[in-house]
């Protein structure tokens, strides 16, 4: 496998411009003459999709949900970057180019990272046309925030739903290009295989999820914006249809999938509370700007009451390991710091993991009120999910999934190693390294699908010069019968176990046992002994009621959890193979005495970028060497 | 609060597909965990189904915290069930008691046919938008983001019309049907923002217009829509519609 | 190129092809209707100033440039109602349609009132009303022996033709019956038209709110004081 990442030459600050002139233009009369598929509308998927349609090109795009608006983009809470400097406190591109590479514990592209900061900026000017409703002061100026522990105030928000106005911004664009006939949106519809063509991406097979018609479209380029695969842990942030299946089947057909390992445990969610539970919902962590983290010192006090148990006899862990940033550590420092006060015994949640996010403190410092006012919304979601009262009690907290750094790899220009598939957003793996900073996804997101792609594909048609196909290839018809074949095999074994059982113990009694906040050698040879005993089980006990010509709920699940159990081994391989402990991924033998996390750059400042080689055949390893150039490579340190 | 788990009967709309006859279908579920979501105790039921070798319930859901908008189900006559401003997958069993009937219909609208049991088709409110819910500003371009002060309290206003999640609930609790507090709420967001002046016009004709082909009906100012509204849309945006309405049809420009 | 495809149609066509603007229609027809059933109750409560001043009011107005302002104040008032009936009916059954099939467990409501859910029969039973209304007092086609009475100065009794009419019972709970129904339609339409021009917005909102009900009340009253007042006897010939 090549992997030739394509980095112009020049002064990083340089490149992205220097790009832009070099890279081959589409006539802009022939435009309308090639056909881009989008799979995703998300942030990424959906502002390629209108993106490239205002362009001229003609877009079909795709999406699971109902309508484009659902995507899971539209979750996301905190915030998006920016080096606007508008607070004036210091920021720049370089800035937020430097924080961005460092909070990725150096794993990521120096190139690609400039140029994300670089962008940014134009992100918020877009989004600001297009009506998005960003917070502002009395004078009418934009508000900021500091947003995961960045010294400078760089976060643009929009309450707690700023994920939720970018993407209907984004949709708004998008339903604009539909209703002007240059998109064509195709809802409901999952994409279960990529169709090569001479060795280039040219169209993809779908199921219809109402009536479950398989069908084919061809393309002269294919864009996969599907988001990440934080759902093979089963319980995570994510919404219950994000899933790997289009990452996957890509990788199955050629495209190297880096990184693996790398995925995001947020420390604030609300934790598990019975094994009927379906997914874990994140508290904003702005919320660890006033609450404070505690469990009780002696196990023996974590059943009685919190408000019982004095001062004293409390352990602010965070504040005592890390004083000079306390409760505010990043985000794997404070879900290590978490999972190491349950593992000593001390979960204040009986039969599940959890530590106390306190705000007596602030309440009688500041006031109910005031309190109320920051973080109202936030404190009555937790009440409706919990059903308690947090201005009464601390609420209980603990670590989730929530993002995937790692992704299928891509080159500078986006596209994958398969000519022809370029990857957005949280699928691809380009710009977070080994760990992702708070409000930076949704900045990748915008960047990728409103001021990369638009770029870079046209370079690709310009130069790939592919003739017309259409889906009459035998290259498609292949496609659909191994499509075809695959939900046939599904609904023919005919077992007595549901889906979610799999999905469950793969992703709870396995994956998150074995390969979740902390992983370690033995534990990682033991899933990976395990995977392969569940997949088999699989496909021979499940049941998948109904036929695949209808709406089947068991059977699109069923598909799903099928490839997470091919995907998760990939995953522990990567976590066995990097041995050093770097941002979301932590190897228990790579610590330093007092346990933070060693990395080991002389050997490990690669992509680990995953080659498929067969079923039941072992993966090829191939590495992206990474230089840095202008990020001088540093030990994080929190303490 | 009791962890006791709760026995609950269910009577379900069934129906297999968009012409099918539907039909009332009851279920008990006993070991209920007060703790557990709305759809999480159906999930508990799909199983259970499953292992009966029955249909399972379908049923729309995505992000399970309120805010994709896709879950979409009545709950004892109240689209979203009984807690205010709570989404159906927000909704938790400890707002039920042991031993109550519960209801489950589809969200009923002309505008919204029944793909399969609890599933409807809300693409005509993808549709509306299409027809002029948006800022026609072409990627790249924009001024600076600062260029254009924006006055806090506006800044506000158009965001609280801005949080619909575009679920449906309003045009299930209608007793007409009618989506106006969805185009309104869209209407209200941009109009509040000098982005959204320049179209101000056609965009409310243009969305009026594809509301009524859809088929939804008339606004009689009920007030039921807001007031299932699980994001709590004012009925201001209903106003803010109306005479943004008026005021186009009157005015001669383009 | 992104205009999009089906553009709407403007002004008044426009108006008449929409909901909202058939609404426009209603609230505008409506508001004629309320403003002749407030002032028509209001002159009616000449009755207790005795037979002259009703008379006399009646004979005046008849005779007011020479009958055209009646005639002419009918024909915009059988307009009005025509064009209010003629949409309200296009939008009930646009509102029956729009959902085909009810909720099986029966719809929850919240906020809204019974008056804004029987808008349609309250309607017809108004209507109803006003043509045995007029065949009684204007055509004198339900009680002819009330109707053809005339005054000392050789007027239309209008007063003695409304007591002795009120003192059947019959006739007087026809007419509180109709009232009643006509109170409700006021409750819900008079703050429903300000809400319908967009009106009932910001501060005015709770006000307004108030308006609809206070009014149909307002009317409610007068107008069964009259058959009340007959029929306990305080007015009497
Ligand atoms: C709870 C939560 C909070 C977050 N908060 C923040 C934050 O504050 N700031 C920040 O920067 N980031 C945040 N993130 C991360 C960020 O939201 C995501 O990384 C980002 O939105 C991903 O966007 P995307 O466009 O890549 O994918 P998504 O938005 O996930 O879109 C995926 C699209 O692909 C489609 N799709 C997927 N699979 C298929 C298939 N097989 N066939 C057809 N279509 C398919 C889906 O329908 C969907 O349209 C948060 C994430 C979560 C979960
Ligand atoms: C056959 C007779 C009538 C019928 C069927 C009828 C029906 C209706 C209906 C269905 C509405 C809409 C309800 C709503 O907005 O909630 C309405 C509104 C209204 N009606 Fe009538 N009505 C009739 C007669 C009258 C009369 C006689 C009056 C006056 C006294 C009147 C005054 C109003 C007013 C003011 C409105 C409010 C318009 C609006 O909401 O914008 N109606 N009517
Ligand atoms: C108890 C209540 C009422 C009384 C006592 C009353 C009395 C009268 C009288 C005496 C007349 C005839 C006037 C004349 O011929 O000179 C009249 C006419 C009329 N009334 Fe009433 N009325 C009452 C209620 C109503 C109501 C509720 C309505 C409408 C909803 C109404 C509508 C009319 C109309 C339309 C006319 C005909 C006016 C014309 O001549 O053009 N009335 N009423
Ligand atoms: S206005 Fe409220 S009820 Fe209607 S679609 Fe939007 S969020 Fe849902
Ligand atoms: S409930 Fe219906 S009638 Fe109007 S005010 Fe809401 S749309
Ligand atoms: S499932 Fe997303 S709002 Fe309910």
């Known amino acids: 496998m090549e992997l030739n990442a394509r980095i112009p030459a020049g002064p990083i600050s340089e490149k992205w411009d220097k790009h832009r002139f070099e890279l081959k233009l589409v006539n802009p009369a022939n435009k309308r003459k090639f056909k881009i598929i989008v799979v995703g509308s998300g942030l990424a998927g959906g502002s390629a999709a209108a993106t490239l349609a205002e362009l001229g090109y003609d877009v079909d795009c795709f999406c699971f949900q109902d309508s484009p608006r659902r995507a899971?983009?539209?979750?996301?809470?905190?915030?998006?970057?920016?080096?606007?400097?508008?607070?004036?406190?210091?920021?720049?591109?370089?800035?937020?180019?430097?924080d961005t590479v460092k909070g990725g514990d150096y794993r990521a592209r120096e190139a690609n990272v400039y140029r994300l900061a670089q962008i940014s900026n134009n992100i918020i000017d877009q989004c600001v046309a297009q009506g998005v409703p960003f917070a502002r002061e009395y004078g009418g100026m934009l508000a900021n925030r500091s947003f995961g522990g960045a010294q400078v105030s760089r976060t643009f928000y929009a309450r707690g739903q700023t994920g939720q106005q970018l993407l209907l911004g984004a949709y708004s664009a998008l339903e604009r290009m539909i209703g002007a006939g240059k998109v064509k949106m195709?809802?409901?519809?999952?994409?279960?295989?990529?169709?090569?063509?001479?060795?280039?991406?040219?169209?993809?097979?779908?199921?219809?999820?109402?009536?479950?018609?398989?069908?084919?479209?061809?393309?002269?380029?294919?864009?996969?914006?599907?988001?990440?695969?934080?759902?093979?842990?089963y319980l995570s942030t994510n919404a219950m249809g994000s899933n790997v299946t289009a990452s996957y089947r890509c990788y199955k057909r050629g495209a190297g999938f880096a990184n693996p390992c790398f995925t995001q445990i947020h420390p604030t969610c609300i934790p598990v509370s019975g094994d009927y539970q379906s997914k874990l919902t994140l508290m904003s962590e702005s919320l660890r700007n006033d609450g404070r983290v505690w469990v009780p010192k002696k196990a023996e006090d974590c059943r009685k009451r919190p408000r019982e148990i004095p001062e004293e006899d409390r352990d602010y862990y965070l504040e005592r390991k890390?004083?000079?940033?306390?409760?505010?550590?990043?985000?794997?420092?404070?879900?290590?710091?978490?999972?190491?006060?349950?593992?000593?015994?001390?979960?204040?949640?009986?039969?599940?993991?959890?530590?106390?996010?306190?705000?007596?403190?602030?309440?009688?410092?500041?006031?109910?009120?005031?309190?109320?006012?920051?973080?109202?919304?936030?404190?009555?979601?937790?009440?409706?999910?919990?059903?308690?009262?947090?201005?009464?009690?601390?609420?209980?907290?603990?670590?989730?999934?929530?993002?995937?750094?790692?992704?299928?790899?891509?080159?500078?220009?986006?596209m994958s190693t398969i000519p022809g598939l370029h990857?957005?957003?949280?699928?691809?793996?380009?710009?977070?390294?080994?760990?992702?900073?708070?409000?930076?996804?949704?900045?990748?997101?915008?960047?990728?699908?409103?001021?990369?792609?638009?770029?870079?594909?046209?370079?690709?048609?310009?130069?790939?010069?592919?003739?017309?196909?259409?889906?009459?290839?035998?290259?498609?018809?292949?496609?659909?019968?191994?499509?075809?074949?695959?939900?046939?095999r599904l609904l023919s074994v005919g077992g007595d176990?549901?889906?979610?059982?799999?999905?469950?113990?793969?992703?709870?009694?396995?994956?998150?046992?074995?390969?979740?906040?902390?992983?370690?050698?033995?534990?990682?040879?033991?899933?990976?002994?395990?995977?392969?005993?569940?997949?088999?089980?699989?496909?021979?006990?499940?049941?998948?009621?109904?036929?695949?010509?209808?709406?089947?709920?068991?059977?699109?699940?069923?598909?799903?959890?099928?490839?997470?159990?091919?995907?998760?081994?990939?995953?522990?391989?990567?976590?066995?193979?990097?041995?050093?402990?770097?941002?979301?991924?932590?190897?228990?033998?790579?610590?330093?005495?007092?346990?933070?996390?060693?990395?080991?750059?002389?050997?490990?400042?690669?992509?680990?970028?995953?080659?498929?080689?067969?079923?039941?055949?072992?993966?090829?390893?191939?590495?992206?060497?990474?230089?840095?150039?202008?990020?001088?490579?540093?030990?994080?340190?929190?303490? | 609060m009791s962890d006791e788990k709760m026995k609950i009967t269910l009577h379900v709309w069934r129906q297999k597909g968009p012409s099918a006859p539907g039909e009332l279908k009851t279920y008990k579920v006993d070991n209920v965990n007060p703790h557990m979501s709305f759809l999480e105790m159906l999930d508990v039921l799909n199983e259970e189904l499953l292992q009966k070798n029955e249909d399972p319930i379908a049923f729309d859901h995505d992000c399970r915290e309120g805010i994709c908008g896709m879950c979409s189900m009545v709950v004892n006559g109240r689209p979203h069930g009984p807690r205010k401003a709570t989404t159906t997958c927000q909704l938790h069993m400890r707002s039920f008691k042991s031993g109550d009937e519960i209801y489950i219909e589809p969200w009923r609208a002309k505008a919204f046919p029944i793909i399969k049991d609890l599933m409807v088709d809300r693409s005509a409110f993808d549709r509306i938008i299409a027809s002029g819910g948006y800022v026609a500003v072409h990627t790249g371009g924009a001024p600076d983001a600062n260029a254009l002060p924006i006055g806090k309290k506006d800044a506000d206003e158009a965001f609280d019309y801005a949080a619909c999640i575009g679920c449906g609930a309003c045009v299930a609790a209608c007793p007409n049907a009618s989506a106006m507090l969805f185009v309104g709420a869209k209407v209200a967001h941009l109009g509040k923002l000098p982005q959204g002046e320049v179209e101000r016009r056609s965009r409310v004709l243009n969305m009026v217009h594809t509301m009524d082909t859809e088929g939804f009906g008339a606004c009689t100012n009920h007030g039921e829509c807001s007031a299932s509204c699980p994001k709590e849309i004012p009925l201001e945006a209903i106003m803010t519609l109306n005479r943004d309405y008026a005021r186009a049809s009157f005015s001669g420009d383009e | 190129m992104s205009a999009p495809k089906k553009t709407a149609k403007r002004g008044l066509a426009g108006l008449m092809d929409s909901t909202i603007g058939a609404k426009i229609l209603m609230a505008l027809t409506g508001f004629v209707l309320v403003g002749f059933v407030v002032?028509?109750?209001?002159?009616?409560?000449?009755?207790?100033?005795?037979?002259?001043?009703?008379?006399?009011?009646?004979?005046?107005?008849?005779?007011?440039?020479?009958?055209?302002?009646?005639?002419?104040?009918?024909?915009?008032l059988l307009a009005c109602i025509a064009i209010h009936i003629q949409m309200a009916m296009k939008l009930t059954n646009r509102n029956r349609d729009a959902r085909p099939q009810r909720y099986a467990a029966g719809q929850r409501t919240q906020v809204t009132s019974y008056a804004a859910q029987f808008m349609a029969l309250t309607g017809v039973v108004i209507l109803l009303f006003v043509i045995y209304h007029l065949l009684h007092f204007t055509g004198g086609v339900v009680q002819p022996d009330n109707f053809h009475v005339l005054d000392a100065e050789g007027r239309h009794d209008v007063w003695r033709m409304v007591v002795t009419s009120f003192k059947d019972p019959a006739t007087s709970i026809a007419y509180i019956v109709a009232n009643?129904?006509?109170?409700?339609?006021?409750?819900?339409?008079?703050?429903?038209?300000?809400?319908?021009?967009?009106?009932?917005?910001?501060?005015?909102?709770?006000?307004?709110?108030?308006?609809?009900?206070?009014?149909?009340?307002?009317?409610?009253?007068?107008?069964?004081?009259?058959?009340?007042?007959?029929?306990?006897?305080?007015?009497?010939?």
């Open chain 1, 72 to 98: 899971h983009s539209i979750a996301a809470q905190g915030g998006i970057n920016a080096a606007k400097n508008y607070p004036n406190d210091g920021d720049s591109i370089y800035r937020l180019f430097y």
């Open chain 1, 186 to 233: 195709h809802p409901r519809t999952e994409m279960l295989d990529l169709v090569l063509v001479d060795g280039h991406a040219r169209g993809i097979v779908t199921r219809n999820l109402i009536t479950g018609a398989i069908e084919s479209w061809a393309a002269d380029a294919v864009i996969l914006a599907t988001g990440g695969y934080g759902n093979v842990f």
């Open chain 1, 322 to 414: 890390y004083p000079a940033f306390g409760n505010l550590v990043p985000r794997d420092v404070a879900s290590r710091a978490a999972k190491e006060a349950v593992d000593s015994g001390r979960s204040v949640l009986a039969g599940s993991p959890a530590v106390y996010l306190d705000f007596g403190n602030a309440i009688r410092r500041d006031g109910e009120d005031a309190i109320r006012d920051r973080y109202g919304n936030l404190f009555d979601m937790y009440e409706r999910i919990s059903g308690e009262n947090p201005y009464e009690t601390p609420m209980r907290i603990y670590p989730a999934v929530h993002y995937t750094m790692g992704g299928l790899w891509v080159d500078y220009n986006l």
């Open chain 1, 423 to 488: 990857v957005l957003g949280e699928a691809n793996f380009s710009d977070h390294g080994a760990n992702r900073l708070g409000a930076s996804a949704l900045m990748q997101g915008l960047a990728d699908g409103y001021f990369v792609i638009p770029y870079t594909i046209g370079h690709y048609l310009a130069t790939a010069k592919q003739p017309k196909v259409s889906t009459d290839h035998a290259a498609f018809k292949a496609a659909e019968e191994a499509v075809k074949g695959r939900l046939k």
């Open chain 1, 497 to 639: 176990k549901s889906v979610d059982y799999f999905h469950r113990t793969l992703g709870v009694d396995i994956l998150w046992e074995y390969c979740g906040m902390a992983r370690n050698e033995a534990g990682l040879k033991k899933a990976l002994q395990l995977i392969p005993e569940l997949r088999e089980r699989f496909w021979k006990e499940i049941r998948v009621p109904g036929s695949a010509s209808e709406l089947n709920i068991w059977l699109e699940k069923a598909g799903r959890v099928a490839d997470f159990l091919e995907f998760a081994e990939i995953l522990c391989l990567d976590a066995l193979n990097r041995e050093e402990s770097c941002g979301g991924h932590f190897r228990e033998e790579h610590q330093t005495a007092d346990g933070e996390a060693k990395r080991d750059d002389h050997k490990f400042a690669y992509g680990a970028v995953w080659e498929y080689k067969g079923d039941n055949q072992a993966p090829a390893l191939n590495k992206e060497q990474l230089s840095f150039e202008y990020v001088k490579l540093a030990t994080r340190n929190y303490a």
């Open chain 3, 39 to 76: 002032q028509h109750m209001v002159m009616n409560l000449q009755l207790y100033a005795g037979p002259e001043a009703l008379n006399s009011y009646a004979h005046n107005l008849k005779h007011m440039m020479g009958g055209g302002f009646v005639w002419g104040g009918r024909a915009f």
């Open chain 3, 180 to 237: 009643i129904a006509l109170a409700f339609h006021l409750s819900h339409s008079v703050t429903s038209m300000f809400a319908t021009l967009g009106l009932q917005s910001g501060r005015y909102r709770p006000i307004l709110a108030k308006v609809g009900p206070a009014i149909a009340a307002f009317v409610l009253l007068g107008n069964l004081s009259f058959p009340i007042s007959v029929l306990a006897g305080l007015v009497h010939i």
